[in-house]
């Protein structure tokens, strides 16, 4: 399964954190991590695009793949590829619910 969300001026670190902890919440362990940050080419020396990558594990095989791409001042995308044999339909499910709750729009009532 593949899960793709575009969120707009959200801090890449933040995001990244949150999907990191949000899945470790959800019984995964956590594998390879890497977190990197590049300047724009339009040599504004406060711009900046980030890019990282998480992997997961369930019982010593790759449960989850994260893909993350953006900017704090434009727009981040995030990639998750998810087995499902490893990492349940109950557990996207709640995954999803945390992303939308932390970082989708909000209703007032």
Known sequence: ?????TYQEVNP???FDEIKDFILK???????????TYALPS???SS?????TLTFKIAAK??????L???AR?????MLDIDEKLFSPEKVKSLQEDLDFVFGSYEVE
């Not at 959800?26 to 990197?36: D, H, I, L, R, V």
């Not at 434009?74 to 995030?78: D, G, H, I, L, W």
């Open 62 to 67: 790759e449960c989850i793949r994260a893909h």
């Open 13 to 15: 670190n933040l995001l």
């Open 48 to 52: 900046f695009i980030s890019r990282g």
């Open 43 to 45: 040599g504004d020396t």
């Open 69 to 71: 791409v953006g900017s």
């Open 1 to 5: 399964m593949k899960i793709q969300k």
């Open 74 to 78: 434009t727009e981040t995308k995030v």
């Open 26 to 36: 959800q019984g995964a362990s956590p594998g390879e991590t890497k977190f990197e």
